[in-house]
C-alpha cells in the first residue's frame, strides 16, 4: 500500500547525453530538477528505459558523464525512495556500478509490481511483442554476454563514438513520415501485447511502456489502461500515481 500522501513517479527515454540534443548539460539539468521537485512527494520511481543515451560499463572503468544526474539519484535513494531502473535499448549494458553505487535497483525486461491497490506490467518497450525480425536479432546481439564482453575489449576512444554517432544518425536520417508510421507501427505492437496479455491476466490494472517518443494512454478492450510516457527529449512527460489513479503529466 502506497503511504498517503505520496506518489509513484514513471519517467522514460531522456537520453541524457545524445549527441542530437542542442544543449546536454541543460537536458541533464532538468531531469535533476525534476527529481529535485519530487523528491519529498515519491515513494517510488520507476525509469523505463533509455534514461542514457549510451552507456557501457567496463570491469574497472565507467564512462565519464551525468554526474548531476547520478548523485540526485543516489540523494533520493539514501533518503529511502525506491528506485528501479528497467534498461531500455540505449542503456543496455549496466552491470553492476550503478546499483552498487547509487543503491537502486536495475532490470532487464518485463517486470510487474504490485503498487498499492493495482498491479502494473513495467517495460521499456523495445522487445515485447512481434517485433521486427532484424530489431530483435539486433537486440540478441547486444545483450549476448560473448558479444558483450568482445566489445568491451575495444578501446572506449573507438566504441564511444561510433556509438553516439549511430545514435544521432539514426534519429536524424529519419523523415517526419518515417517517425509517424514506426510510431504507428510500434503502438500497435504495444496494444496487440497488451490486449493478449490482458486477456489472460485480468490481474494487472495498468501497461506502462516507454520506447516510442510519443505519449498514449488509452484503454483495452479489458477496460485496462494502457499508458506511453514519451520523451523528454521535446515533450517532458511523465505518469504519477497515488494509490488509486495515474495521470500523465508535464514538466517545465
Same mark, same amino acid.
Given at each position: ?27 541533464e ?7 529535485q ?13 533509455d ?39 540505449h542503456?543496455i549494458?549496466?552491470? *553492476?556500478? @550503478?546499483? &552498487?553505487?547509487?543503491?537502486?535497483? /536495475? !532490470?532487464? =525486461? ?8 493495482? $498491479?502494473?506490467?513495467?517495460d ?9 525480425r ?48 514506426e ?14 496479455h ?16 510519443v505519449?498514449? *494512454?488509452? @484503454?483495452l &478492450?479489458?477496460?485496462?489502461?494502457? /499508458? !506511453?510516457? =514519451? ?8 505518469? $504519477? ?12
Amino acid at each position: 500500500m502506497a503511504m498517503a500522501g505520496k506518489y509513484t513517479y514513471f519517467i522514460s527515454d531522456t537520453h541524457l547525453g545524445a549527441a542530437y540534443l542542442s544543449n546536454p548539460r541543460e537536458s541533464e539539468l532538468r531531469v535533476v530538477r525534476w527529481l529535485q521537485s519530487i523528491k519529498d512527494s515519491a515513494e517510488r520511481i520507476y525509469l523505463l528505459g533509455d534514461i542514457i543515451d549510451y552507456w557501457f560499463e567496463y570491469r574497472n572503468v565507467v564512462p565519464r558523464g551525468f554526474v548531476r544526474f547520478f548523485g540526485k539519484l543516489a540523494e533520493l535513494a539514501d533518503a529511502g525512495i525506491a528506485i528501479t531502473w528497467i534498461t531500455g535499448n540505449h542503456d543496455i549494458w549496466i552491470f *553492476d556500478y @550503478l546499483p &552498487s553505487e547509487l543503491g537502486i535497483k /536495475v !532490470v532487464t =525486461g518485463t517486470i510487474t509490481e504490485q503498487i498499492g491497490n493495482h $498491479r502494473f506490467l513495467l517495460d521499456h518497450g523495445d522487445k515485447v511483442g512481434c517485433q521486427p525480425r532484424g530489431f530483435r536479432l539486433m537486440s540478441a546481439v547486444f545483450h549476448n554476454r560473448f558479444c558483450q564482453r568482445l566489445y568491451a575489449t575495444l578501446h572506449p576512444r573507438l566504441t564511444m563514438p561510433f556509438a553516439y554517432y549511430w545514435s544521432k544518425s539514426n534519429r536524424l536520417k529519419r523523415s517526419a513520415e518515417s517517425i509517424a508510421q514506426e510510431n504507428e507501427r510500434g503502438l500497435k505492437i504495444l496494444r496487440d501485447f497488451s490486449e493478449q496479455h490482458s486477456a489472460t491476466h485480468p490481474d494487472v490494472d495498468f501497461y506502462i511502456f516507454g520506447h516510442m517518443h510519443v505519449v498514449n *494512454d488509452s @484503454l483495452l &478492450s479489458s477496460g485496462k489502461r494502457m /499508458v !506511453v510516457l =514519451g520523451e523528454w527529449i521535446n515533450g517532458n512527460t511523465f505518469a $504519477r500515481f497515488d494509490g488509486e489513479n495515474l495521470e500523465l503529466l508535464h514538466f517545465d
